[in-house]
C-alpha cells in the first residue's frame, strides 16, 4: 500500500516522498483493488481471501489487495503485481479476460465524501474479482491471510474487522457475483 | 444443438420431436453462447477457439459453443455441460465467477428481426467468454476446432465462414475483452 | 405476471392454459425483471419503486416489475411493455443503452435450487436498473407503488415484505449502482 | 482536455503548469471518456455524436468528451462538467445509474503500448456511454458537433477522421451497446 516498499527509491515509477506529498495533494491517484477468491468446478465464488494488515488509518485491519498503478504501468500488470506481492508467488491468481472492473471505488481524505475512505489521498480504485488457484502465501506487511465462506464474509463479526469501507467492497463484490446472501 | 444428441428421449430435460415442435411454436428458449478463448498469463484473450460444424440453417459453418438450458437446469451447469459436449472432458473451461453474461443476443427465424438468426425457433443467448486451459478434442457433431489470433477471428476471411451472426458475437466478445482491432 | 392478463387467448404471443401448463413442464422460461429508480441530476439512484401485489405464492409482496418475453418479441419491447402495463403509460421509463442485464435471476419452483423462487415454473430472467422519470400509477393487478430510499429498500422491514428472493434482487440491484449501505 | 480551461490557475484541482508538468511525469491521471449518443424510445442508440477539436497530438480530430477528474471531484461529477463544458447547457446528458465504466482505456505516450495514445501523458480513462436527450451546442474549443448512425460511426470515412484510438473506443462503445455492424 505504501511507498515503503519500494525496492529503491530510484525504480521506474515509484516515488520520493516528497514528490508523492505533491502529487497526493494535486490529482486522484490510480489504484486497483482485488478480491481473491476460491471457485468450485463451475465458477462460483466459495470462499473470500482477506488480508490482516495495518491499514491506511493505521488500524489492524481485515483487507483486500490493493495498491496504486504505476507510471507507465499497464492495470493488468498492475494487479499481478499486487496480487503477487500479497499472496505469494504461488497463489496463480487468474485475471478476468474483461479488463472492465466491476465496479469502481472512490477513496477520498474525507469519510463522508463517498463512504470509501484512505487518510492518505484521494484515489479512484478499479475493483476486480480475481479467482486464486494455488498455495496462497502472504508476504512482506501483511499479518495473515484468511479464508471465509461468503456468509461469513457479510457478516457483523468480519465486517466490523474492517475499515474505510472494505466491507462494503466485499460485498459489492459478493453481489457482483450472485453470492450476495 | 439439437434434441438429436439427447442420450435417450426419456432423460430429463430432454423432449420429444413433438413437444419440442410445439415449444418453439410458441416461447423464446433459453440458450447459452460461450465464446472459448486461450489467455496469457496476465488474463489477455490470445486466441478464439471456433468449431467447424453444420450450423442451424444446414450450412458447414465456423461457430461458438451454443445450445439449450433445460428445464430445471442452472445456467452455470448448462455452459459446462455444452463445452465439454463440444470440446472434450479435459478442455478444462474456467467460468467467470461473475453470472452476467458480456452481451444477450436475441435468435430469430427471421434473420432481420435482430440480426442474429435461427431458422428453428426464437432463442434468447446468454453469452459469455470462457477460457480454457485444457486439451480441446472437438467431439460429437464438430467436424474441427481450429484457433484463431484476435486479428484473424475478426478478418473477413473467418467472418464469412460464420452464419447467424456469430461473427458479430465474435466482434461483442472481442471487444468486451478489449481486443477489438 | 400470469396468462390472466392476455387480451384474447389468441394475441400472438399468448397461450392457451393448456399449452402453457404444457411449456412450463419442459422448458425454462425467458423472463425480465425491472427494478423501477429514480436518479438525481447526476444519476445516482436515490430511490426503489416496488409494486405491492399477489406474488406468484399467493402472498400479497412488494414487487419489481415482472414478466414472460413472449414469442417473437425483443428483450427492449417486453421490458418496455411490463414497465408499461405495471406503472402506467406516463411512467417515462428510461431504459439503459446497453442491453445486457446486470445480473441474471434463476426462479425455480424448488425454493433451495438458487434462492430465487417461482412456484409455477422454471425461468431465467435478465434484471435491469430501469430510471423512470414521470408520473407512476400502478395499474393493473398491482394494490399499489411505494418508493424507498436505498437505505429502506434493504431494510428488514421492507425485506420481510418480499418473497421469492426479490429482497435479494433488490439488494444485488443496488449493489450494482454502487449504493448498497 | 487542457489545463488552458481553467479558469483561474488557483481554482480548487486545477494545477499550475509545472505542478501539472511534475504530476505527468510520475503518475497517471485519472480520466473519463464519454461517448455522447441519441436513443430510441426504447433506449437503443440510434446515433453516436462527436466533437471536431484540437487533439492532444495537435491533429483536428473527431472525438468523443473526455478529460481529467479533479482532485476531490467525484466520477460523476466530472463526467457531468466534461459533458456540460463540451456539449453545452441544454444538452441533459442522463449518466446511467451503474457507475462502473464499460471500459477503461490505458492512455499512453507510447503510442505502441496500448494502442491508446496521448503524448502528454498516462491516463487511465473511465469510459461510458452517455445518452444525452437536448440540445448540444460544442462550447469553447470545440469546432463543430456531428451526429453519426451506428454504421457510419464505425465506416472508414469516419474512423480516420479520429486519432489516439477514439475509433477503436467508438467501436468498443458501439459493442458495448450491442449496435457494432
Redesign the interface.
Known amino acids: 500500500m505504501g511507498e515503503v516498499d519500494a525496492p529503491t527509491e530510484t525504480a521506474p515509477g515509484w516515488?520520493s516522498p516528497d514528490?508523492l506529498e505533491?502529487?497526493r495533494?494535486?490529482?486522484?491517484?490510480?489504484y486497483i483493488d482485488a478480491v481473491p477468491?476460491r471457485?468450485d468446478?463451475?465458477?462460483?465464488?466459495t470462499e473470500i481471501g482477506m488480508l490482516l494488515r495495518v491499514a491506511a488509518d493505521g488500524t489492524i485491519s481485515r483487507m483486500v489487495v490493493s495498491g496504486?498503478?504505476?507510471?507507465?504501468?499497464?492495470?493488468?500488470?498492475a494487479?499481478?503485481r499486487h496480487l503477487e506481492k500479497d499472496l505469494g508467488p504461488l497463489a496463480l491468481p487468474?485475471?478476468?479476460?474483461?479488463?472492465?472492473?466491476?465496479?469502481?471505488v472512490?477513496y477520498?481524505p474525507d469519510p463522508d465524501?463517498?463512504g470509501f475512505h484512505d487518510p492518505r489521498h484521494?484515489a479512484?480504485s478499479?475493483a476486480y474479482?480475481v479467482?486464486v488457484d494455488g498455495d496462497c502465501q502472504p508476504t512482506q506487511e501483511a499479518l495473515d491471510l484468511a479464508w471465509f465462506s461468503c456468509a461469513e464474509a457479510d457478516s457483523p463479526a468480519v465486517r466490523e474487522q474492517m475499515t474505510g469501507g472494505h466491507d462494503?467492497l466485499i460485498?459489492?463484490a459478493?453481489?457482483?457475483?450472485?453470492e450476495?446472501?
Open positions: 516515488l514528490t505533491l502529487v495533494a494535486h490529482v486522484p491517484l490510480v477468491v471457485v468446478a463451475v465458477g462460483r465464488v496504486r498503478v504505476l507510471f507507465g504501468e499497464r492495470v493488468r500488470d494487479l499481478m487468474r485475471l478476468p479476460a474483461d479488463p472492465t472492473p466491476f465496479t469502481i472512490e477520498f465524501r463517498s484521494h479512484v478499479l474479482v479467482p462494503r460485498r459489492l459478493l453481489a457482483h457475483c450472485g450476495l446472501p
